[in-house]
């Protein structure tokens, strides 16, 4: 059993494949043996040999007889077992992503390392399935969940930054301090890759901001102007630096009291630069 933590390498993915394999061989002949050898498999401490687990199992002929099982182990009291098995539904359900969504949306609390990077790849390989879930989850009562549905959301800033502002704005005035960090690292993320998009939002969710959204928006523009003094020579003539401190300047002479206190404050960060 593979214990380090890490990637493996080529021969022990290989080595391990062929256990899991073997393991469902029995399981043809003698279930509850082979119930044994699948758990026992199924509790690899190592993240990607959990993956490898559940993906061998799931393309295997046996899948299909294995889906009980595997929903049993998403129950598990053992960590490792429960996250095989979200790794098996993931590849099971390769061409009905809106499955794994649905178990993922269940199961998000109990195997959170690989339901993030579970939704971080989904962003990327389903944007538009994630749109449409990811709006749902920002209106649950668990603020867990409200967090999670950021998580891989600024992956699909290029294609689409007037959906994730749009995103931003439905959820800017939540009141968990776990969703405002999200709210300021997707803003901090976005902006710097798209600016010119940005930024026009940012300056009308400040002229009716309370304090709470107030402070959220400086903690990414304090952060944005700050990376200015950081930028080296080549991506200063970019378009990040010239819009961040067009904006700031314009905000200064702002009719919007919000946006013009903003502006200044930000003004004293920049000004030597």
């Given at each position: 059993?593979?214990?380090?933590?890490?990637?493996?390498?080529?021969?022990?993915?290989?080595?391990?494949?062929q256990e899991t394999i073997?393991?469902?061989?029995?399981?043809?002949?003698?279930?509850?043996?082979g119930t044994k050898k699948i758990e026992e498999l199924a509790a690899c401490k190592n993240y990607f040999g959990r993956e490898i687990v559940g993906k061998t199992a799931a393309n295997s002929e046996e899948k299909d007889n294995l889906e009980d099982l595997m929903r049993g182990l998403l129950d598990s009291k053992i960590y490792t077992k429960r996250a095989t098995a979200l790794f098996f539904f993931m590849y099971f359900y390769k061409k009905q992503p809106e499955k794994m969504i649905e178990i993922v949306s269940e199961y998000y609390d109990s195997?959170?390392?690989?339901?993030e990077n579970i939704m971080d790849q989904f962003w990327k390989d389903y944007p538009q399935l994630m749109k449409?879930?990811?709006?749902?989850?920002?209106?649950?009562?668990?603020?867990?969940?409200?967090?999670?549905?950021?998580?891989?959301?600024?992956?699909?800033?290029?294609?689409?930054?007037?959906?994730?502002?749009?995103?931003?704005?439905?959820?800017?005035?939540?009141e968990s301090l776990e969703v405002q960090k999200k709210i300021t690292h997707t803003l901090i993320q976005i902006a710097r890759s798209r600016p010119a998009?940005?930024?026009?939002?940012?300056?009308?969710?400040?002229?009716?901001?309370?304090?709470?959204?107030v402070k959220t928006i400086w903690v990414s523009m304090k952060k944005l102007a700050n990376s200015l003094k950081s930028t080296n020579s080549k991506e200063k003539n970019g378009d990040f630096v010239l819009l961040t401190k067009n904006t700031i300047k314009d905000w200064r002479s702002d009719k919007n009291k919000k946006v013009h206190i903003m502006g200044d404050k930000l003004y004293y960060i920049i000004k030597n630069i």
């Open positions: 059993m593979v214990n380090k933590i890490g990637r493996l390498t080529d021969r022990e993915e290989k080595e391990l494949q073997a393991a469902l061989e029995i399981y043809k002949s003698n279930e509850k043996k195997i959170k390392w690989e339901a449409q879930n990811m709006l749902k989850w920002i209106e649950s009562e668990d603020e867990r969940k409200r967090s999670l549905s950021f998580h891989g959301l600024e992956n699909f800033s290029e294609k689409d930054p007037h959906f994730v502002m749009e995103f931003i704005t439905k959820i800017i005035d939540d998009e940005v930024y026009p939002y940012v300056q009308e969710l400040l002229k009716d901001a309370d304090d709470r959204r």
